[in-house]
């Protein structure tokens, strides 16, 4: 079993639906919890951060991550074309650690 | 400010050449990262240097590959000789140092392909 597990999709949705990406994992030494999105030809972006558990609101992200059952979630409300990309969870330990663990990412495509 | 700067950002090779690429990092940023990333996966640590020290070169396949960071600034991983297997992305990320909650920014990569 793979530390950090992430529903590849593909996923496709129509623009304006909210879409729910998520990842779980393994390990409950975890600490920091982040979602990079990358477009085609690109290097990943961080796109939002939370430490330990909560939520976490940006704009139309909100992040959030259940400790308890080792599951974190990125919603995207009012979706649109230009959020179409692939979306990464990673992790890492805390402190000195700065490694990070990442999912596979899950293909994100929000249609006209 | 200028971003992680990668090149070459494409590299054809024959398998068993050598194969080098280069990273220039953000300025002020003394952490930096070389990560692996197969198609349909998410990156994978290479190793890690806080300045000029590798402190994590864990994953790192030390029989073909070596990577060096003179002067703590610039980097260049390399691979000799190059296997099929190797085709991927190898991405260059920075940070200030390493700390959990410092973010990495990325490259934009270089794509290997190994025939």
């Known amino acids: 079993q793979k530390e950090v597990e992430q529903d590849p999709g593909p996923l496709s949705v129509p623009e304006g639906a909210i879409v729910s990406l998520n990842c779980t994992y393994s390990?409950?030494?975890?600490?920091?919890f982040m979602w990079y999105r990358q477009y085609s030809r690109k290097g990943p972006e961080l796109l939002m951060y939370?430490?330990?558990?909560g939520n976490k609101e940006d704009g139309r992200f909100t992040a959030q991550v259940d400790k308890s059952s080792k599951y974190i979630s990125l919603f995207i409300r009012d979706s649109q074309p230009s959020d179409s990309a692939t979306y990464l969870c990673?992790?890492?330990?805390?402190?000195?650690?700065?490694?990070?663990?990442f999912g596979k990412g899950t293909k994100l495509s929000v249609k006209p | 400010e200028a971003g992680v700067v990668q090149s070459p950002r494409y590299k054809i090779i024959e398998k068993k050449q050598p194969v080098a690429f280069w990273c220039n990092p953000i300025?002020?940023?003394?952490?930096l990262y070389w990560y692996l990333q197969n198609l349909g996966q998410g990156p994978e640590l290479l190793i890690r240097?806080?300045?000029?020290?590798?402190?994590?070169d864990s994953q790192l396949p030390k029989d073909r590959f070596s990577a060096e960071r003179l002067k703590g600034v610039d980097s260049t991983l390399k691979i000799q000789p190059a296997e099929l297997g190797d085709s991927a992305v190898y991405l260059c990320?920075?940070?200030?140092?390493?700390?959990?909650?410092?973010?990495?920014?990325f490259g934009p990569g270089t794509r290997l392909t190994v025939l």
């Open positions: 990320a920075s940070s200030l140092p390493g700390l959990a909650d410092n973010e990495q920014f």
């Open positions: 390990n409950s030494a975890f600490q920091y």
């Open positions: 939370t430490y330990s558990s």
């Open positions: 990673a992790m890492n330990y805390g402190g000195s650690q700065g490694n990070l663990i």
């Open positions: 300025s002020g940023h003394n952490t």
């Open positions: 240097y806080e300045n000029e020290e590798a402190v994590d």
